[in-house]
């Protein structure tokens, strides 16, 4: 992999696609024949698992449920460092994996379009990355790494953000200001005092930031039937850019129910740390 790329990946936790599966399949490795027709280039944002060379990646869950389910197909599509689009879909069929690989709009590449086949497609989730590899694949390499998510927070310059939830948002966690802020619900709020967390608890959050897709552009609501409505707002430092969010406990869309998973992982993991278990129980409740 271009070392350029591999860096711009690296830096916002992002993911390496496919580059050393591509440069098999330019070489000709384990190919069993040339497929015939093109793959669709329409590109579906619902759908498709789509990398962003060095700036997105969408429908990471997708994958997930075509690996769970060990049936029908999902395409990926990566994006080249020039902006081309590389496609191709994976397909059970029987105890076998078949890869179609596409990348007739490269305009640096083969203009080929081929087919492979391995026996499986492998989930492997550490500290700092997640893996997809196909494995029992046909040829002279026998495992090709198609997917990987790096978010190993050590690797970034620079990481905060700010999380207002409940009620009028009058709860906070702020790592950019130091600040814990709980709503007691009768009124009045407390602050712990030198709130810092763990390293191990924001590598964590930061897992889960990633996992969420916390760079791409979310369509989400505030509006809201339910009162008082539980309302969310989030701010991401990373590396001097800022990404924000805002949405309510009503929106009930696929961005809002995974904003909403990720806020409560936040949440739960600051909710545990002994400095957050000794402040004051909630004295009220909203009606």
Aim: hydrophobic share 35%; charged share 25%; glycine share 6%.
């Amino acid at each position: 992999m271009p070392g350029s790329v591999k860096e711009r990946a690296l830096r916002y936790g992002m993911v390496t696609l496919a580059w050393l599966l591509a440069a098999m399949v330019l070489a000709g490795c384990f190919l069993t024949e040339n497929a015939k027709g093109k793959l669709s280039h329409k590109i579906n944002e619902q759908q498709d698992v789509v990398y962003y060379n060095g700036t997105d990646l969408l429908n990471l869950n997708k994958l997930d449920e075509f690996l769970e389910r060990k049936a029908g197909s999902q395409r990926i599509i990566q994006y080249t460092i020039e902006g081309d689009p590389l496609f191709m879909e994976l397909r059970y069929e029987g105890d076998k994996l078949s890869i179609i690989y596409d990348n007739t709009e490269d305009a640096f590449g083969s203009k080929e379009i081929s087919r492979y086949t391995c026996s499986a497609l492998e989930r492997k989730e550490g500290s700092t990355e997640l893996k997809y590899t196909l494995t029992g694949c046909e040829g002279e390499y026998p495992e090709a790494e198609l997917l990987q998510v790096h978010y190993g927070l050590s690797e970034q310059a620079d990481f905060g953000f700010v999380l207002q939830y409940g009620v009028n948002r009058r709860n906070e966690i702020n790592t950019l200001e130091q600040r814990l802020v709980k709503d007691l619900q009768d009124g009045r709020t407390v602050e712990a005092a030198d709130f810092r967390l763990p390293h191990a608890k924001l590598q964590s959050i930061y897992r889960e930031l990633v996992l969420a897709g916390y760079m791409q552009d979310k369509t989400l609501t505030e509006a809201c039937n339910i009162k008082p409505a539980v309302t969310y707002a989030l701010l991401v430092m990373m590396n001097g850019s800022e990404h924000n969010f805002a949405w309510s406990e009503c929106d009930q869309s696929a961005d809002g129910k995974v904003m909403t998973a990720l806020a409560h992982s936040i949440i739960i993991e600051v909710q545990e740390s002994e400095l957050y278990q000794a402040l004051p129980e909630t004295k009220g409740y909203y009606e």
